[in-house]
């Protein structure tokens, strides 16, 4: 990512859409800067172009001059999609009736041997008669009873034909590959949406955090540049515990508050997630894990989401805090590696439910230090809920299959501070963001690129990488030998400078969901993976409309590009790749195909 002063980036804001408070309908002028939240209606020309939006559910499909790309525009050799293509996803999807058929086959090829055998007259004369299915059952019997001794007793005659035999071992292989792929599906997904009451326009925040009684008026001003610079729009979610106080009641940041918050809106994304995935029963679910950053109460997360819809009492459950924003693929990543554990589940498959959300009634800060005051700007409420199974039967009514998931986590004490929950000087607890939050983010997302770019990306970007790096390799080598002589010394300056070469992830991938942690970060993920305007349109949308949901942010995105998006529509075949960020500092991604 490209180096930035900091993450409220310093570029011309977009002129701010109309609201009425209510949520009403309003219009947004696009900007000429390609950084303006507004410049996916802006047209080729430099024109001024409107982007129509009606309270928080806008896309930028409505424009009339899209891009100057579009998603046509890229395409790769056959030779290679082939060799992209999973083949063993492929027999999978068919496999269920490929298995049916199999047993049924097999079933009518000994049928038949019995028959021709002992019963043929007897069938051909005969065929429906009682006397004939009993003489058929018993010789049946008889014969596996016979191949069953004769396995005891280690005999190596064959009873069957070598057609029941090649059957036989044909289904034992399907059944092998389908141990061995042992695939992860998403049934289903969803993502809460606020009521109008608890959305707010950029005023209304503003003057929430005058009514805290606690800013300086600095420290207002600095939060309303924020606001008009972060991308989030006119009609976004705050929690009741907050909003209460623009109707002048006091803010109430009780754990009760907070309590209230969480089941509101995790309550609604379980059940529109189990009803999505065919009404699920929840007594059906596994495994279920939980992340939320910042609010870990006791009893926890999961103890209130098993007793609200009656879940077994030996579901497997897991609550995960102080991962931040990327916590969701992780916690996609831990029910997978559940769901793939043989002895982990009763009969080695199975289903589980995995929330995301972040809680923001006790997470207002309330000092003057300007490190803190982005999250008072930039964080809204949101979560998602999904459904998870690894049955191969259920890849037939699935949206989507887990192909990779890849997590990086940094080491250094610049990625532990980059994202720090502390206490100010004043003793006013937040989070604070360091001044090299970008460049950390950049560094763990180049490694988290470097270690999935191999299962997602086709020979054709692939093997410059290598060449990139085999030819930095030998040159520094040669570079340093020559330098170690006084006569060959001046050699060492002429040698040529291999420039890293960055793959294409446009190439291998169709989607991209990244996380919608402000304006900066998208950009600058737009400007080094070479994006185009439609890549990055889902998660722009989703910063404008619903704002820093933490980490359902992505959830949100690929809702936008499976209901919404025109742009760059979604077909079968398409794959999805999810990008996030969190505290400590570590960079999640995954790749979804979609069914």
Known sequence: MAPRESLAANVDPPSPPRADGTGGP??????????????????????????????????????????????????????????????????????????????????????????????????????????????????????FVSAWERIVAFRGESLFSPAVETTFVALIVMGWVVRMDNPVYLLSFATFKAPDEWKVSHEEIVEMMRRQECFADDSIDFMKRLLARSGTGQSTAWPPGIVRCLRGEKTDRSIEASRKEAQIVIFDVVENALKKAGNLDPREIDVLVINCSLFSPTPSLCAMVISKFGMRSDVQSYNLSGMGCGASLISIDLAKNMLQRGGSIKGGTGKALVVSTEIITPNLYHGNERAFLLQNTLFRVGGAAMVLSNKWTDGRRAWYKLLHTVRVQGSTDAALGAVYETEDVNGHRGVRLSKDIVKVAGKCMEKNMTMIGPYVLPLSEQIPVVWSLAGRFVVKGLRGALKGSKKTGWLADKLPVVKHYVPDFKRGIDHFCIHAGGRAVIDGIEKNMKLELFHTEPSRMTLLNYGNTSSSSIWYELEYIQETQRTNPLRKGHRVMQVAFGSGFKCTSGVWLKL
Do not use: C
């Open 26 to 143: 309003a219009t947004l002028t696009s900007s000429a800067s390609s950084n303006s939240v507004g410049s996916m209606g802006t047209s080729s020309s430099g024109g001024e172009g409107t982007l129509r939006r009606s309270g928080s559910e806008s896309d930028f499909s409505d424009a009339e001059n899209g891009p100057i790309k579009t998603y046509r525009d890229y395409r790769v050799r056959k030779s290679s999609l082939i060799g992209m293509i999973n083949w063993t996803h492929v027999l999978g999807t068919y496999l269920p009736q490929l298995f049916v058929a199999g047993v049924l086959v097999l079933i009518a090829q000994i049928v038949h041997q019995v028959v021709a055998a002992d019963l043929w007259d007897q069938a051909v004369h005969h065929p429906l008669e009682k006397d004939t299915i009993v003489a058929v059952a018993v010789a049946l019997k008889e014969l």
